[in-house]
């Protein structure tokens, strides 16, 4: 970090030199326009054409690269922001067919993200969302939605023994695996390009870390789900022997904890010391809940037994990545000025 002097120019013009280095690894020279970036605490960014247009396109080479490398690589890419990415061999042979079909396999589960040219040695993908569509508030409220919905049917899968609701939270897994993604992607576009936090509603940069570790637990109440509609899958009528008594429990226990995962991810959207203390009293209150419901069932075969646990402890997971989200809400009122800390 360097000091420079503020200097005057004229009665209302006040002006700083930009250092050599920088001007010289970004390649500024007189004449050239920057853009200056309000942030907060008091920083102004200065941003080279450099910054102001961040690398959008990328080209994948797959001939040393297997189908699942293949996929993951195109997967990274978009996650990084990119707004074109091709599949091309080096020397324009054709493409395998593995590589096609890791290509296809991956294009439905990236939002916005579609083939627009394809010739025998390449395919050309692009992405269409703009940060500009939403926010990243937005996207933590409809994962955490989209988890919760997951969680109630897959729970009355179980319950009630219908596995077309368990087949339901299959099919939504994949939206909240889409989601989930593109709020990587759109974290990553902020964190890279400054120019974008104001489309993206992130009034403060440091709250991206926050909002990051927030979507991983989201998208782990969601896994949680659907682990649960898996167990419902198993067999045919999972809970025909729990006792209606221990079925109304689970449901109350979901009930719980479908209220403070959407109250955990409002701790992050909109940052509230007193809420977040609430949803940690919440979780206090159920965090022994899985081993009250257990030792309340009187006989149950062992294998009906281990599913009624496995559903319990999916949905204590849960309410862990709540009580964690209102923990990032919690941080994320004591970073600035408020009723509860005085920054000089």
């Not at 700083?16 to 853009?35: H, N, Q």
């Not at 955490?144 to 179980?158: N, P, W």
Request: overall charge negative.
């Amino acid at each position: 970090m360097e000091r420079r002097t503020v200097q005057a120019f004229g009665p209302a013009t006040l002006a700083v030199t930009l250092p050599a280095a920088w001007t010289s690894e970004y390649d500024v020279t007189k004449g050239d326009e920057v853009m200056l970036q309000g942030g907060s605490r008091g920083m102004l960014k200065v941003l080279s054409k450099a910054a102001q247009q961040p690398a959008t396109e990328a080209i994948i080479h797959p001939e040393i690269l297997d189908a699942a490398a293949v996929k993951r690589a195109l997967i990274a890419q978009y996650v990084l922001g990119r707004r074109v990415i091709q599949v091309k061999t080096r020397k324009d042979e054709p493409l395998e067919n593995t590589t096609i079909t890791a290509v296809y396999d991956a294009e439905p589960q990236l939002m916005g993200l579609g083939v627009i040219e394809e010739a025998p040695g390449r395919i050309t993908i692009r992405c269409s969302v703009d940060p500009d569509d939403f926010t990243l508030t937005d996207l933590l409220e409809r994962l955490e939605s989209t988890g919760r919905t997951m969680r109630d049917e897959a729970v009355r899968a179980f319950t009630h023994g219908t596995p077309d609701l368990a087949q339901r939270v299959l099919n939504r897994e994949r939206q909240a695996n889409k989601i989930f993604l593109l709020l990587l992607r759109f974290i990553v576009i902020a964190h890279r390009d400054p120019t974008q936090t104001d489309a993206l509603g992130v009034d403060d940069e440091g709250a991206l870390i926050g909002y990051r570790s927030t979507s991983k637990n989201l998208e782990l109440t969601a896994d949680n789900a659907l682990t649960i509609a898996e167990f419902a899958l198993d067999t045919e009528n999972p809970g025909q022997n729990v006792d209606d008594t221990t079925l109304q429990h689970i449901q109350a226990f979901t009930e719980q904890v479908h209220e403070i995962t959407e109250q955990g991810v409002q701790c992050v959207v909109a940052p509230e010391y007193e809420q977040a203390l609430d949803v940690r009293r919440k979780f206090a209150q159920i965090e022994d809940r899985e081993t009250e419901i257990l030792t309340a069932i009187d006989e149950l075969p062992n294998e009906d037994l281990l599913r009624v646990h496995e559903v319990l402890v999916h949905l204590r997971k849960t309410a862990e990545e709540a009580a964690r989200n209102a923990e990032i809400g919690m941080n994320l009122t004591l970073t600035g000025e408020s009723p509860y800390t005085t920054i000089s």
